[in-house]
């Protein structure tokens, strides 16, 4: 299932207010990203990257790298593992998520 960008920035945007809100709902935004890990992590990393590049309060960031970041390289660490890397040299990621990459 491949989602058109619009769609893309709604899921990404809906996550953030979900966390920022501390209002995380049934079938919401992390249930929709944690069933794309599951049918197309091409596309869940696409989310992420909008999550990344959306303002979102540093202290909240942590929740992207245990959440979906991990979950993705938990189920595929040979096609993330070097993305999550370059992702954490930019960007505020816990450190233990490019760890995480490197032992996979």
Known sequence: MTMEKHQIDQLAAAY??????????DDGAWDAIESLIGTDAQTAWA?????????????????????????LLAHYPMM????????????????SIAVRATRE
């Open 16 to 25: 953030i207010t979900e966390y920022l809100t501390h209002e995380r709902a």
């Open 47 to 71: 989310v992420i990257e909008r999550v990344l590049e959306l303002p979102f309060p540093d202290i909240y960031l942590a929740w992207v790298g245990a959440g979906p970041i991990e979950e």
């Open 80 to 95: 993330f593992a070097e993305r999550a890397i370059a992702r954490a040299r930019v960007d505020p990621l816990p450190r």
